[in-house]
């Protein structure tokens, strides 16, 4: 009996997502070829977690990803979660340590370490790698899929996976293009919108308050409704507005709401002082006042310097309980985001109901796999959407060798 002749697949993306689907597949014996667009493998992923590479979560399930996307999360944790995704990591040679919120990381503190081993796991297993490679267009003549290369070349394969990632950080390589690529298979495309994301305002506080950062709390409101518990973080105030962990973690609901239709009136409110109650910090103030204090130092020690600046028209004796409010709910009226190249993460694209959940093969071609953030599933900061990537790749990889 003749042997199995194996099966020619082309992914298009070599970023997180595409490279464990390159490896899941051709550990099956798949002839596979990684169409990157770069001139580098993984930049993603290297630049990712400030380029330690936070490569997930102690805790994955749904509730933190969006909401529409629960059921294909789950299902996909339940069979390659952490784990899973943790061993496929140890047979490569990488040892981590986890941090006391969960965070997963390199040993090594590097995702240079990461990339070294995957390298590695792809040269061994024979995975060509095309370079600066940018696919225009993947049409199906019913037997095959033809790839046409921005050289005017092209590739050729039997299954496709569409691993070209989202918008953010164009100039690391997700560019939005794996969208149009899905689309003319008759995809419908949630509009993409930047997520975690700095925020702009045109509130002066920032413009005098600019490079100050301090520890808080902010919660997102939309016409006027909140979006999202406090959520606690460092606070940075900018030039165009505010960034810091805690600004990033609540911009999600704020960006779609003021990028998708019906466009949302959006604000933030900051809790500046989060270590006292109102009352207490009233109480705080009042005291400070009776010992005579002069009204430049009414908030020293609770805020750097600079603040006495935007505070001003409260410091002054009769105004604290004034001041304790402002303080604990400070709103910022917000009119956009800093956009594509600030933003970590996409909340959008292919619509989830057209990938079926257990193959990741699209409901539109057969032959066509759609994994990593092309597919309209976004997680939080804290190693979510990079273990999304490696699940969604691994499954959508071995289900395009099967």
């Not at 933190?64 to 390659?80: D, K």
């Not at 700095?198 to 002066?204: E, H, S, W």
């Not at 950062?213 to 973080?233: C, H, N, Q, T, Y």
Request: net charge positive; hydrophobic share 45%; charged share 25%.
């Amino acid at each position: 009996m003749p042997p199995m002749k194996s099966r020619k697949i082309v992914v298009v993306g070599g970023g997180g997502a595409g490279i464990v689907a390159a490896i899941a597949a051709a550990r099956l014996g798949a002839e596979v070829t990684v169409a990157e667009r770069m001139s580098l493998l993984g930049k993603k992923v290297l630049a990712s977690g400030a380029g330690r590479c936070n490569l997930l979560n102690e805790t994955l399930n749904a509730s933190f990803y969006n909401e529409e996307a629960a059921g294909m999360v789950n299902e996909t944790f339940r069979r390659f979660g952490k784990d899973e995704i943790l061993s496929f990591f140890r047979e490569l040679g990488l040892w981590t340590h986890t941090e006391e919120d969960g965070r997963i990381f390199p040993l090594t503190d590097k995702a240079l370490t990461l990339m070294d081993l995957l390298r590695a796991e792809i040269e061994k297993l024979g995975i060509a790698v095309q370079l600066n490679c940018h696919v225009r267009s993947v049409k199906s003549s019913g037997r095959e899929f033809v790839l046409e290369i921005e050289n005017g070349k092209a590739l050729r394969a039997e299954r496709v996976i569409l691993a070209a990632g989202g918008q953010s950080y164009p100039n690391l390589g997700s560019d939005g293009s794996g969208f149009e690529l899905a689309r003319a298979f008759g995809h419908a495309i949630v509009p993409p919108v930047p997520i975690t994301v700095p925020l702009m305002t045109q509130d002066v506080w920032c413009r005098v308050l600019e490079g100050q950062r301090i520890r808080g709390r902010a919660r997102p409101f939309l016409d006027s409704k909140a979006v999202m518990p406090w959520i606690e973080g460092d606070i940075l105030f900018t030039n165009y507005g505010l960034s810091g962990t805690a600004i990033l973690d609540i911009s999600d609901p704020v960006s779609v709401g003021l990028n998708r239709a019906p466009a949302k009136k959006a604000s933030v409110a900051l809790d500046l002082v989060p270590f006292l109650s109102e009352n207490d910090l009233a109480r705080e103030l009042e005291r400070r006042v009776a010992r005579g204090m002069k009204d430049a130092y009414l908030v020293a020690g609770l805020l750097p310097p600079k603040f006495a600046q935007v505070l001003r028209e409260f410091l002054v004796p009769d105004k604290v309980r004034r001041l304790a409010a402002v303080l604990k709910n400070r709103v910022f009226f917000v009119s956009g985001t800093r956009g594509w190249d600030a933003a970590e993460f996409t909340a959008g694209g292919v619509a989830i109901s057209e990938v079926d959940s257990r193959t990741f093969e699209s409901r539109k071609q057969g032959g066509l796999y759609l994994c990593g953030e092309v597919v309209d599933v976004n997680g939080r900061r804290g190693g979510y959407q990079l273990a999304w990537a490696w699940a969604s790749g691994y499954l959508a990889g071995v289900s395009a060798a099967g």
